[in-house]
Structure formats: C-alpha cells, structure tokens
C-alpha cells in the first residue's frame, strides 16, 4: 500500500537551511554552551548592584541589543525574553513555528524533521539531542510556564540578573 504523502502546506517558502548551520553547530556543542552560559550568568549576578545603581530600564535597550546580536547569530534566538535555552539543549523553542515551549507536536516526520518545514530537523529533536551532553540537560523534563509576550524584545541576561542577585527583591 502506497504511504500517503505527508502534509504541505502550499505557498509556503522553504527556509534557508544555511540559517540553521550555526544554531545546529552550538546544539551540537551544548555542553561548551552551558559552561559558557554559567560564567557569564555569574558576570552578570555579580553585576548586579551596578546595574541596579544604574537603572535596569536604562540598561534595558543597549543589553537587549547586544543580547539579540549575540544569540541570533549563535541560537536563531527571537528575543522572547524568557530564555530557556539551558533546560532546551541550547535549541531555541521559538524556531518551532508552532512556538511550542513543552515538546514536539504530533507532526513529527520519520526522519525526525518538521512537519510544517520538511526542509528543518525538528526543534524538539535537536533540543533532546543537545540536552543529552548538558550536565543540566534533565531540566529539558521541566514544565515551561505559557510565555508572556509582553516580555518580548526584553533581556533575558537582565532578567536573570536580577531576579538571580538579591537585586530583584528591593524596591
Ligand atoms: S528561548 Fe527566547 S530568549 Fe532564548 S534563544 Fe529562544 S527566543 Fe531567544
């Protein structure tokens, strides 16, 4: 019996698959990633009666941006403002064009690409592949809270920063 086809969606551009070389490269080296990530996360709490002094929402625009221009260029990040790359095996969830933050969907094709862009490996896939070298990569088992768009465009360093440091808590 022929094996039906799976689903198209017609008018739909395939994506550049050279745009995802480089987000595939650092989930591949996830671990490098998470170290990476812990030094810096450190920098940043230690930071954190500075930038207080300074103001958060000053610091807001000019960290947002070197935060996109670091992670779009390294994760294909979309600036949702709620990172989850560490419990994700450094695989953004927001590349899912479903936007799906607990897993894949149903539509995951037998060789583990998307439904929706034939052309791109699963999310999903890749976020397990990645999590399996994290020391953390068990996290990818917690539950994501919905995300709040309204954090959209906001930094996730900052964030962190502050509700990580003492900083969070004072008026
Ligand atoms: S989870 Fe959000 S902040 Fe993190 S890389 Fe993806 S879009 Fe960017």
Redesign the pocket.
Known sequence: MRTPAAFEASGKKPRDASKFALRFWAIRHSRGMERLYDRVEKILIGLAPLMRKIGWERLEAPVALV?KAV??TL???????????SS?GMS????CPKGLRNGPCGGVRQDGHCEVYAEMPCVWVKAWEGSRAMAEGETIRNVQTPIDHRLKGRS?WLAVARDKSDEGARP
Request: net charge neutral; hydrophobic share 20%; glycine share 4%.
């Open positions: 935060e992670k779009s994760f294909d990040c979309k600036m949702c403002g709620q990172c989850t790359l994700t953004c969830p927001m590349n996730s």
